[in-house]
């Protein structure tokens, strides 16, 4: 992505901050997997989302109006040794000519250099509660600076959320950002293909997530955007069973929940198809109520329709079916308000996506849920989940999970399905699963 756009965000963010205030946001810290090796890093999406700097150990300072520069890093100088051992790393002089701060300095003075930028500021924006070093450095920099009271000082009078401003903006996707999304939701959809032709019974669910991951790498996207669901069988009715170990059965359901990450955005997709390359009839009628009520909630994605419609529709469409086949008995109006759907569907119909899977962003305003508008995007989601051990349906259900999901982007007119390359009409899939 361009520095242009992150310039553009630290800008519209400061002006929401205001002049005579200041905003801090601090990197993600490298995590120790076991002894001397770490996990692979990953940047906090805060920081990365306004700053595109995807080194640890540096805080972003954002300060309006500043006449030295209004954005300044604090980072890791240049080790030379370093380089030698971990690779290239921007150090101070990177960070301003490669990365847009216009003022730079070590990370290791940052106690000296800090608490100079706090004062006469009224108020202090940053992540409260989520980096518990970085609470603590605040009020440590805050106190230091009521020492200096007598000298004329004024010190910051008022902590602010910096989320409310930065996940407000994160909500709504730019043109740059929705290419990122598009990139990875195009090869999610081939590994996704792949794993459908090469799954066989006897193969174990580890087998085919190496599939997934073989197809991400293939396509140029090393990084998972959560860790892959595999469930064979029974497991599917576990929601977020990442196990990942057991052998496929002939007549059963697998069900993969995976997707890729592009560049710190994720994709979100789940299909579940026969491990054999063919529906059973309980399977074929449960698979098709919960593919009807995914095209349904889909149907009410557009601009100025409340957040919780869909999923309201896709409630509504279940439960009828599920009286249907027998598995709910009474007045479907009656089983929705006594909330009876929930036994078989427990979760809601979708979330916001984007940096994070789970994305940020408020879905009620004023406790309202809030409206849809362009820009946004989502999952949309519905499952049916029948316990193996629910004596109180038909033997022919018990143990099936399936969950269909694509990754919608709001339009100006209405929706548009991210993930539309990937088959999920019955007859689609198994002829894509036979043709290999």
Same mark, same amino acid.
């Given at each position: 992505?361009?520095?242009?756009?992150?310039?553009?965000?630290?800008?519209?963010?400061?002006?929401?901050?205001?002049?005579?205030?200041?905003?801090?946001?601090?990197?993600?810290?490298?995590?120790?997997?076991?002894?001397?090796?770490?996990?692979?890093? @990953?940047?906090?999406?805060?920081?990365?989302?306004?700053?595109?700097?995807?080194?640890?150990?540096?805080?972003?300072? !954002?300060?309006?109006?500043?006449?030295? #520069?209004?954005?300044? /890093?604090?980072?890791?100088? !240049?080790?030379?040794?370093?380089?030698?051992?971990?690779?290239?790393?921007?150090?101070?002089?990177?960070? %301003?000519?490669?990365?847009?701060?216009?003022?730079?300095?070590?990370?290791?003075?940052?106690?000296?250099?800090?608490?100079?930028?706090?004062?006469? +500021?009224?108020?202090?924006?940053?992540?409260?509660?989520?980096?518990?070093?970085?609470?603590?450095?605040? /009020?440590?920099?805050? %106190?230091?600076?009521?020492?200096?009271?007598?000298?004329?000082?004024?010190?910051?009078? *008022? $902590?602010?959320? $910096?989320?409310?401003?930065?996940? *407000?903006?994160?909500?709504?996707?730019?043109?740059?950002?929705?290419?990122?999304?598009?990139?990875?939701?195009?090869?999610?959809?081939?590994?996704?293909?792949?794993?459908?032709?090469?799954?066989?019974?006897?193969?174990?669910?580890?087998?085919?997530?190496? *599939? =997934?991951?073989?197809?991400?790498?293939?396509?140029? $996207?090393?990084?998972?955007?959560?860790?892959?669901?595999?469930?064979?069988?029974?497991?599917?009715?576990?929601?977020?069973?990442?196990?990942?170990?057991?052998? &496929?059965?002939? #007549?059963?359901? &697998? /069900?993969?929940?995976?997707?890729?990450?592009?560049?710190?955005?994720?994709?979100?997709?789940? @299909?579940?198809?026969?491990?054999?390359? +063919?529906?059973?009839?309980?399977? @074929?009628?449960?698979?098709?109520?919960?593919?009807?009520?995914?095209?349904?909630?889909?149907?009410?994605?557009?601009?100025?329709?409340?957040?919780?419609?869909?999923?309201?529709?896709?409630?509504?469409?279940? %439960?009828?079916?599920?009286?249907?086949?027998?598995?709910?008995? #009474?007045?479907?109006?009656?089983?929705?308000?006594?909330?009876?759907?929930?036994? !078989?569907?427990?979760? @809601?119909?979708?979330?916001?996506?984007?940096?994070?899977?789970?994305?940020?962003?408020?879905?009620?305003?004023?406790?309202?849920?809030?409206? =849809?508008?362009?820009?946004?995007?989502? %999952?949309?989601?519905?499952?049916?989940?029948?316990?193996?051990?629910?004596?109180?349906?038909?033997?022919?259900?018990?143990?099936?999970?399936?969950?269909?999901?694509?990754?919608?982007?709001?339009?100006?007119?209405?929706?548009?399905?991210?993930?539309?390359?990937?088959?999920?009409?019955?007859?689609?899939?198994?002829? $894509?699963?036979?043709?290999?």
């Amino acid at each position: 992505m361009k520095q242009s756009e992150f310039k553009k965000r630290r800008q519209s963010l400061m002006q929401q901050v205001g002049k005579g205030n200041i905003a801090l946001i601090a990197s993600a810290f490298n995590q120790t997997r076991n002894r001397d090796v770490e996990f692979p890093f @990953r940047q906090d999406s805060d920081f990365y989302y306004l700053t595109g700097f995807n080194e640890s150990n540096s805080l972003a300072v !954002f300060i309006p109006g500043r006449e030295q #520069g209004e954005y300044i /890093l604090f980072c890791r100088e !240049f080790d030379e040794k370093k380089a030698l051992w971990e690779g290239a790393h921007a150090g101070l002089e990177g960070a %301003t000519k490669h990365y847009g701060a216009d003022d730079s300095f070590p990370i290791t003075d940052i106690d000296d250099i800090l608490p100079g930028m706090l004062e006469n +500021k009224a108020k202090v924006y940053y992540p409260m509660g989520r980096d518990g070093e970085l609470d603590h450095q605040i /009020l440590e920099w805050i %106190t230091h600076l009521k020492k200096q009271s007598r000298n004329g000082v004024s010190v910051p009078g *008022e $902590l602010v959320s $910096l989320e409310h401003f930065l996940h *407000e903006m994160r909500l709504f996707k730019s043109a740059a950002e929705l290419k990122l999304m598009r990139r990875a939701a195009d090869v999610s959809c081939n590994a996704h293909k792949r794993a459908m032709q090469q799954c066989k019974p006897g193969f174990y669910e580890y087998q085919v997530e190496a *599939e =997934l991951l073989h197809q991400f790498g293939s396509d140029g $996207l090393r990084y998972v955007a959560y860790p892959s669901i595999v469930a064979g069988g029974k497991n599917a009715c576990v929601l977020h069973y990442i196990e990942n170990k057991d052998k &496929l059965k002939k #007549g059963d359901l &697998l /069900l993969i929940d995976a997707g890729a990450e592009c560049d710190h955005y994720a994709s979100d997709i789940t @299909r579940t198809f026969p491990v054999s390359g +063919k529906f059973n009839s309980a399977q @074929r009628q449960l698979y098709q109520l919960v593919l009807d009520a995914q095209y349904a909630a889909i149907e009410q994605i557009k601009p100025g329709v409340p957040w919780n419609k869909a999923h309201e529709v896709s409630v509504e469409v279940l %439960t009828k079916g599920l009286v249907r086949l027998g598995l709910l008995k #009474g007045r479907v109006s009656k089983l929705i308000k006594d909330e009876k759907y929930k036994q !078989f569907y427990m979760h @809601r119909i979708g979330h916001w996506l984007g940096m994070d899977v789970h994305d940020v962003g408020d879905y009620k305003l004023d406790n309202e849920w809030r409206l =849809l508008e362009p820009g946004m995007t989502l %999952t949309i989601e519905p499952g049916l989940y029948i316990p193996p051990n629910c004596k109180k349906v038909d033997a022919k259900w018990r143990g099936i999970g399936i969950r269909i999901e694509d990754d919608i982007l709001v339009t100006k007119t209405g929706y548009e399905v991210l993930t539309d390359a990937l088959p999920k009409e019955i007859d689609e899939i198994e002829k $894509l699963m036979q043709a290999n």
